[in-house]
């Protein structure tokens, strides 16, 4: 596809290739709207990533055991591949790492609001793992067939790795379950906060989504946000059982006619609130993120003199 074409022809060959699920490649047309909402979403993406790993790097010096302190590691190494990945995903659509980073640290772009609340004992990191990672399997398996060809390929990967995720965290929490009763209720109470954010994660009702309807027309989102908080909490309902922990919502319930949980509503004033950066770590995962950041000027100053002493030899 050449830039030559008009634009019109331009329009219809990128509508065709979003009807036969082929992908938009970075040499493609797009329109406008469409490389902002990518842009949007992957930066937010990307950042949420990167951010994740304060409230869980915040055990890794505590962790209980060699054991469980290698796992946590491995785990919160992930999450900053994760963010690399992204953000060179977003880079092929013309924006600058560098630059997304400052729209971070000034508080222009988003992250996940879940990443706002504290990690208070060791078991919030079982249950980051099952449930915040869980909820973000649930959004992130359908954008492997997203239309954007190097977002989706990206998540391939990332997918399978959070799988693992998830798995540590219930394995934690079941090793926890099967110790002292101080150990079960831990694991009780550190359920008890995370449910409701997680049920969060899946962005305000489809009514309230205003830039739903777009995105499943791109094929950038393959289910709304409401069909994904469903299918979360049937997948996490049978998981609790065989856990032995309940969930602090009285509405839940078995529904045969829907063949769903039925579940209370979820508290939209908090999570507007968390957004606008009144949750509870909003400022402190900023401060340390601008902190890494500056700390880290002399390392991105040395890799650029290198590339560039490299450059000079080869030429
Ligand atoms: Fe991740
Ligand atoms: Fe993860």
Redesign the pocket.
Known sequence: MTATLPETELESHFERTIERDQRIEPRDWAPEGYRKTMVRQIAQHAHS?II?MQPEGNWITRAPSLRRKAILLAKVQ??AG?GLYLYSAAETLGVDRADLTEKLISGRQKYSSIFNYPTLTFADVGVIGWLVDGA?ICNQVPLCRSSYGPYARAMVR?CK??SF?QRQGYELLMTMMRGTGQQREMVQEAVDRWWWPSLMMFGPPDADSPNTAQSMAWKVKRHTNDELRQRFVDMSVPQAEALGVTFPDPDLAWNADRGHYDFGAVDWAEFKNVLQGNGPCNAQRIARRRRAHDEGAWVREAAAAHAAKNQEATA
Do not use: C, F, T
């Open positions: 990533e994740g992930d999450e994760h973000a990332i790795e959070e995720h």
